[in-house]
């Protein structure tokens, strides 16, 4: 069936990288923009990164770029994101997801990373 | 970057009762506004689109207004599985931002 589903999460020390997995069934991966968002504890939800259909654009919200990275391999229907120097803040549920204004709009079930010592 | 302030950030309804929500944009995004809902430990599900265009499969109690910088949702008729939050979100620009959420509970 159609979902996304994510994996990578665990717990990290501050300062440690962690890469996030984001796996998709069922669409064409391939021809679809696709953005990671996240969720700490008990907080809303914010929007972290975003990727082109094939990888050309990329955009991050102010408070990740320089320490995270997002990428995908189209050939293996997978979306990446690559952690880098963690802090406790950012420390909450990840999740990948397609959203188009006047199509799909497809959520994972969310991966939880924390960053604690 | 465009901010969303949504109001207000809790509310206490009963079942039946009609309910407004509103999200405010620093500046003008046209229609390019998403409703979801979010209930505890679940990912978000998208209610609205393009600020007033009803998600398939959605109740039509449901529904959405607003263009520029004023958008509304509005319950109408509560019903008892939708106690839940409730986050707007812009897709006009990068960054896209959510509202800080609107906790609906029971009275």
């Known amino acids: 069936q159609v979902q996304l589903v994510e994996s990578g999460g665990g717990a990290v020390q501050p300062g440690r990288s962690l890469r996030l997995s984001c796996v998709a069934s069922g669409f064409a991966f391939k021809n679809y923009d696709m953005h990671w968002a996240r969720q700490a504890p008990g907080k809303g939800l914010e929007w972290v990164a975003f990727?082109?259909?094939?990888?050309?654009?990329?955009y991050y919200i102010d408070s990740v770029k320089g320490r995270f990275t997002i990428s995908r391999d189209n050939s293996q229907n997978t979306l990446f994101l690559q952690m880098n120097s963690l802090r406790s803040e950012d420390t909450a549920v990840y999740y990948c997801?397609?959203?188009?204004?006047?199509?799909?709009?497809?959520w994972g079930q969310g991966t939880m990373v924390t960053v604690s010592s | 970057d465009i901010q969303m302030t949504q109001s207000p950030s809790s509310l206490s309804a009963s079942v039946g009762d009609r309910v407004t929500i509103t999200c405010r944009a620093s500046q003008g995004i046209r229609n390019d506004l998403g409703w979801y809902q979010q209930k505890p430990g679940k990912a978000p599900k998208r209610l609205i689109y393009?600020?007033?265009s009803l998600q398939s499969g959605v109740p039509s109690r449901f529904s959405g207004s607003g263009s520029g910088t004023e958008f509304t949702l509005t319950i109408t008729s509560l019903q008892p599985e939708d106690f839940a939050t409730y986050y707007c979100l812009h897709y006009n620009d990068f960054p896209w931002t959510f509202g800080q959420g609107t906790n609906v509970e029971l009275k």
């Open positions: 997801a397609t959203i188009y204004s006047y199509g799909m709009d497809l």
């Open positions: 393009a600020a007033s």
């Open positions: 990727m082109s259909f094939d990888g050309s654009k990329e």
